[in-house]
């Protein structure tokens, strides 16, 4: 059994694959105890190709294959379907993680029986950070910490690289990445801050984002992302009325309104 699992889609990622697993296997966790779980969501490039190199040389580097594309919240379930570690972490493919690393993430989260772990990630290659970097913090649930003064829950919480989680928190409630579709991590976030009881934040920098201008998120809208959108306010109804019956703080269901009318 593992007590880590990093999970990567991978898709059209050649340039950018192997820097990212390069930043992998300098850690302070014994290779044994931890598991690189690619994720290949049918790309057409020569990434997988790449990963496969890795492999030969790293006994704990797996790669699942998906029959067709899932897209990233897809490939991240695909991922957690064969993780076996404890705590996971979702890292995108063009980005990378700060070597020994891992191990100290870790220890946090088992010695405070954390369900998440938060932490201050950097822009790549402007090495910036957000200014806001809360102190670190005491544990608390994960309603006080989304709607602390000291986050901007759509800025800060909402991207699931930011984070290592509990896997069986996450299996126990059933939170799993919407697929097929952009803006999965909205959606995601909020089910888990809203059901997590364990949740703390800690100010050192553990990810590096890289910052690309083309990315889908950032370049014009067409009639696809609003159609992303949409799916995405049919998503949150949903959420919402799961809140409404279990009761769940009242501060959640006004905010999913306010989020599907600001989306239409």
Same mark, same amino acid.
């Given at each position: 059994m593992k007590t880590f699992s990093i999970i990567i889609p991978v898709y059209n990622g050649q340039d950018v694959v192997g820097p990212a697993l390069?930043?992998?296997y300098p850690q302070d966790l014994p290779i044994e105890?931890?598991?690189v779980i690619c994720v290949d969501d049918c790309s057409p490039d020569n990434s997988i190709s790449i990963v496969e190199e890795y492999a030969r040389?790293?006994?704990n580097l797996v790669i699942?294959?998906?029959q067709y594309n899932r897209k990233l919240g897809g490939a991240r379930n695909a991922g957690m379907e064969v993780a076996q570690g404890d705590y996971v972490w979702f890292i995108d493919s063009d980005d990378f993680i700060k070597t020994f690393c891992i191990g100290k993430l870790l220890t946090i989260a088992e010695t405070d029986k954390l369900d998440v772990l938060h932490f201050q990630y950097e822009n790549f290659p402007d090495t910036?950070? $957000?200014p806001r970097n809360p102190i670190d913090g005491t544990i608390m649930t994960g309603t006080e910490m989304f709607f602390s003064q000291d986050f901007i829950w759509y800025h800060d919480l909402v991207t699931a690289w930011r984070k290592i989680y509990k896997r069986q928190f996450l299996l126990e409630n059933n939170i799993a990445f919407a697929e097929h579709i952009m803006f999965e991590d909205n959606d995601y976030a909020?089910?888990?801050f809203a059901k997590a009881q364990r949740v703390k934040h800690i100010t050192d920098s553990m990810y590096c984002y890289r910052y690309n201008p083309e990315s889908i998120t950032r370049v014009k809208y067409t $009639?696809?992302?609003i159609s992303y959108w949409l799916n995405l306010c049919h998503r949150l109804?949903?959420?919402k009325d799961e809140f409404v019956q279990k009761k769940y703080d009242i501060r959640f269901i006004e905010l999913i309104d306010g989020f599907i009318r600001n989306n239409i």
């Open positions: 390069d930043s992998i105890d931890f598991e040389k790293h006994a699942v294959r998906n910036w950070t $957000s909020i089910e888990v $009639s696809v992302h109804r949903a959420l």
